[in-house]
C-alpha cells in the first residue's frame, strides 16, 4: 500500500512531529508499506526526529510564510498564489506517484489536499481539539479562518481524534469520525527513574495552551515549602524569552532548558511529571514520562490527561484549574517517597497502552477499511 502524508513542515521539536515520524517509520519498515513524505514549506530547515531511508520525502518549497511580508489585500492576494501553487505542485505528485490514501495532520492544508487529491481517499489526523477555539481565543478574523478550513476536514474520508471525548464533538459535523490514540515511543531502557532526584519536571512548547504562568504560580507555593527541589522545564516556542525572565525574578529553583534530544533521560533523572495545559487533545509527555517510572500531577483539561492517567494510581487529576490544590498534590508527592515510587511503578504498567506495536496494527485496520470503501 502507498500512503502519502502530507504536512507544511517538519522542523520543531514538538510533540505533533514526533508522533508523525513514529508513525510513519513503523509503517515503512514494520508493516512495509510505500511511505511518501510531502511537506509544503521545508526549506532549509533540519528535521528534528530521524526518519527511515524507506521514506520518501520531497518538499514542495512553497513559501506560505512569506504571505506576511505583506498587509491588507496585498498579503491575501500573495495567499491565493501560494495556495495555488501548492495545489498545482501537490496535484503534479499525486498523480506521478498514485498514493492510495492521504493523510494529513495539519487541517490548514485539507481545503488544497482535497482540490488536488482527485479520487484518493484523504484522512485528516487530529491533533487538536474540536473546542479549541473556546480556550486559546483566537481573534475574530483567524477563528473566521479556522471556521473555514474546518468545512474541507468535515469532508475527509475519515477523520482520527485522540479520544472519545473529542470525537463526540467532531460527530456533531461528520459521521465518518474514529478514535485511535497516539503511538508512544515508551521507555525501553530497563531503567527508570529512583524517585530520588529533587526535582519537577515540564516537557512541552512555551505557548498559551500550556498554560506556564499558571505552572509558576503553583511552584511558587511548592518552592516556599520545599526549597531545596527543582522545577525544570524543557521546550521551545514564543512565550520562552518572557517565562526566562519571569523565572529569573521569581528566584524559586526554576531551570528552564533547550528541548533534549534524549528526552527520557531527562525523565529518569525526575520525581515526577506535571502538566497545566489549558486543554490536551492527548498529551504524549504523559505516557512517556509514565514509562519512566514518573507519577504525574496534571489538570483535568480536555480531553487527554483524564484518558491517561489514573487518578490516585499512577498520578493525581486535578479539577477546577484549582491552583492551590494542584500545588498541595505535588507537595504530597516530594513528601512521601514511597508514595511516588508506588504511582511510580503503576505508570510504567499504564503507559503500555500506548505502545507501537498496540496502536498501530488500528491504523493498518483502517487504512486498509478506507482503501475498500
Not at 491575501?76 to 505542485?89: I, N, P
Not at 498554560?211 to 522545564?233: A, C, E, M, N, T
Not at 527520557?264 to 519512566?292: I, N, Q, W
Request: proline fraction near 4%.
Amino acid at each position: 500500500m502507498t500512503i502519502l502524508f502530507v504536512t507544511d513542515s517538519f522542523a520543531i521539536w514538538g510533540g505533533i512531529e514526533r508522533v508523525l515520524a513514529n508513525k510513519m517509520n513503523f509503517l515503512a519498515d514494520v508493516f512495509g508499506y510505500d511511505i511518501h513524505f510531502v511537506t509544503a514549506s521545508q526549506g532549509l530547515h533540519a528535521m528534528p526526529y530521524g526518519l527511515s531511508a524507506a521514506i520518501h520525502h520531497t518538499d514542495l518549497n512553497v513559501r506560505f510564510h512569506t504571505q506576511y511580508r505583506f498587509s491588507g489585500i496585498a498579503r491575501l492576494r500573495k495567499a491565493l498564489q501560494l495556495h495555488r501553487m501548492f495545489v498545482s505542485r501537490l496535484r503534479e505528485y499525486i498523480e506521478r506517484v498514485q498514493p492510495d490514501i492521504i493523510v494529513t495532520p495539519n487541517f490548514e492544508l485539507a481545503g488544497g489536499i482535497r482540490k488536488a487529491k482527485g479520487v484518493c481517499p484523504l484522512v485528516v489526523e487530529v491533533h487538536s481539539i474540536f473546542r479549541h477555539s473556546l480556550y486559546e481565543r483566537p481573534s475574530f478574523l483567524r477563528n473566521l479562518y479556522n471556521q473555514y478550513c474546518r468545512l474541507s476536514v468535515y469532508k475527509a474520508d475519515m477523520i482520527v481524534t485522540l479520544t472519545q471525548a473529542d470525537a463526540k464533538d467532531w460527530r456533531r459535523k461528520s459521521s465518518r469520525v474514529t478514535v485511535i490514540p497516539n503511538a508512544v515511543t515508551l521507555n525501553d531502557s530497563g531503567t527508570y527513574a529512583t524517585g530520588t532526584s529533587p526535582s519537577v519536571i515540564f516537557v512541552g512548547r512555551f505557548e498559551t495552551q500550556k498554560d506556564i504562568g499558571s505552572l509558576f504560580r503553583i511552584w511558587k507555593l511548592v518552592h516556599q515549602r520545599h526549597p531545596d527541589w527543582y522545577l525544570d522545564l524543557y521546550g521551545d516556542g514564543e512565550q520562552k524569552a518572557e517565562f526566562t525572565r519571569q523565572a529569573g525574578i521569581l528566584q524559586a529553583n526554576i531551570r528552564i532548558h533547550e528541548p533534549a534530544s534524549d528526552i527520557f533521560d531527562k525523565y529518569r533523572h525526575s520525581s515526577l511529571l506535571v502538566l497545566t495545559s489549558l486543554y490536551e487533545p492527548f498529551g504524549l509527555v504523559l505516557p512517556e514520562a509514565m514509562s519512566c517510572g514518573l507519577p504525574v500531577v496534571s489538570f483535568g483539561c480536555p480531553y487527554g490527561p483524564a484518558d491517561i492517567v489514573t487518578d490516585g494510581v499512577d498520578g493525581f487529576i486535578v479539577g477546577d484549574r484549582n491552583i492551590e490544590t494542584f500545588a498541595d498534590r505535588v507537595c504530597m508527592l516530594i513528601e512521601n517517597e514511597s508514595l511516588r515510587r508506588q504511582m511510580g511503578q503503576a505508570a510504567v504498567s499504564a503507559a503500555q497502552r500506548y505502545r507501537r506495536d498496540i496502536i498501530m496494527p488500528l491504523w493498518k485496520e483502517l487504512f486498509e477499511k478506507v482503501a475498500r470503501q
